[in-house]
């Protein structure tokens, strides 16, 4: 996963003095501050404010401010931690992630365009055309990855990894956790949401390019353009049989379905802890 950080600022930026970032570019400033932590919620929510802080080197004060500016703008949402989440006793903490309006202003280039294309492409060819042009550009992205030779679960998880950084290199921010007895490809974002919300075509060849690389039956569990925080695959680290790889997709177990798109919005939002 790609690393964010920033170098020493002053106070008034959220800073603490006297520490640096090997990750950080150069940059400083409270637009530069808001763009990390954007960034963050991008690629890591839902996220605690207290992993905001470590990770970019702020103090607790300088990550609610920023937190609550983008609440405020409704550019991100906060919720309390699952059980599954707690670490320790107490309150539950709560944890931030873009809301489809933070997402929006990422930008969505030529969606309107994007969007006329394809409705002609269908008055021209039918469902079909739209079909085949969906399976194409998924090929596109993942070019050049080989399918999954051998059906272990430590090959399994390097294979769902290299499709996760073929996606992020095309913008989908994407990456890999582990949960229970698989291994989840979230994508952060979706440069094609908008457009995905009228030709569902495109996320149905995004799963089945994943379950040709994966040889096994992979289960989307959340998209963007149907309102969740993210896209999320569960591919199981499990050899199936072929009546399991070819079955009618079963609920996920509680480990299973542990993933971004799952956690409740029910707070204010702010962001005290």
Same mark, same amino acid.
């Given at each position: 996963?790609?690393?964010?950080?920033?170098?020493?600022?002053?106070?008034?930026?959220?800073?603490?003095?006297?520490?640096?970032?090997?990750?950080?570019?150069?940059?400083?400033?409270?637009?530069?501050?808001?763009?990390?932590?954007?960034?963050?919620?991008?690629?890591?929510?839902?996220?605690?404010?207290?992993?905001?802080?470590?990770?970019?080197?702020?103090?607790?004060?300088?990550?609610?401010?920023?937190?609550?500016?983008?609440?405020?703008?409704?550019?991100?949402?906060?919720?309390?931690?699952?059980?599954?989440?707690?670490?320790?006793?107490?309150? /539950?903490?709560?944890?931030?992630?873009?809301?489809? =309006?933070? +997402?929006?202003? %990422? @930008?969505?280039?030529?969606?309107? #365009? $994007?969007?006329?294309?394809?409705?002609?492409?269908?008055?021209?060819?039918?469902?079909?055309?739209?079909?085949?042009f969906a399976r194409k550009r998924a090929r596109t992205i993942v070019a050049g990855i080989e399918p999954v030779q051998e059906h272990t679960q430590a090959d399994t998880e390097a294979k769902a990894e290299e499709i996760a950084e073929a996606?992020?290199?095309?913008?989908?921010?994407?990456?890999?956790?582990?949960?229970?007895?698989?291994?989840?490809?979230?994508?952060?974002?979706?440069?094609?949401?908008?457009?995905?919300?009228?030709? /569902?075509?495109?996320?149905?060849?995004?799963?089945? =390019?994943? +379950?040709?690389? %994966? @040889?096994?039956?992979?289960?989307? #569990? $959340?998209?963007?353009?149907?309102?969740?925080?993210?896209?999320?695959?569960?591919?199981?680290?499990?050899?199936?049989?072929?009546?399991?790889?070819?079955?009618?997709?079963?609920?996920?177990?509680?480990?299973?379905?542990?993933?971004?798109?799952?956690?409740?919005?029910?707070?204010?939002?702010?962001?005290?802890?």
């Amino acid at each position: 996963m790609k690393t964010v950080g920033l170098p020493n600022t002053d106070e008034r930026a959220g800073h603490r003095a006297g520490t640096a970032s090997s990750a950080a570019p150069a940059a400083s400033g409270e637009g530069h501050t808001r763009a990390a932590i954007v960034q963050l919620l991008l690629e890591e929510g839902p996220i605690t404010a207290t992993a905001i802080g470590a990770r970019l080197e702020l103090t607790p004060a300088g990550v609610r401010r920023h937190l609550d500016a983008l609440i405020d703008s409704g550019q991100a949402r906060a919720s309390r931690s699952a059980p599954w989440q707690q670490k320790g006793r107490g309150r /539950p903490a709560k944890q931030y992630q873009l809301t489809a =309006a933070g +997402r929006g202003r %990422l @930008g969505h280039a030529y969606d309107d #365009l $994007a969007g006329a294309a394809i409705r002609q492409l269908g008055e021209i060819g039918g469902d079909k055309a739209i079909t085949e042009f969906a399976r194409k550009r998924a090929r596109t992205i993942v070019a050049g990855i080989e399918p999954v030779q051998e059906h272990t679960q430590a090959d399994t998880e390097a294979k769902a990894e290299e499709i996760a950084e073929a996606f992020t290199d095309a913008g989908f921010a994407a990456t890999t956790r582990k949960v229970g007895t698989g291994v989840q490809i979230c994508q952060h974002h979706c440069p094609v949401s908008h457009v995905a919300e009228e030709f /569902p075509q495109l996320c149905q060849a995004e799963l089945e =390019a994943f +379950r040709e690389l %994966l @040889g096994t039956h992979v289960q989307r #569990l $959340a998209t963007i353009a149907n309102g969740d925080c993210a896209c999320t695959t569960h591919v199981p680290l499990m050899v199936l049989t072929p009546g399991e790889a070819h079955a009618e997709p079963n609920k996920a177990s509680p480990s299973a379905v542990a993933q971004p798109a799952t956690v409740g919005t029910n707070d204010s939002g702010r962001s005290a802890e």
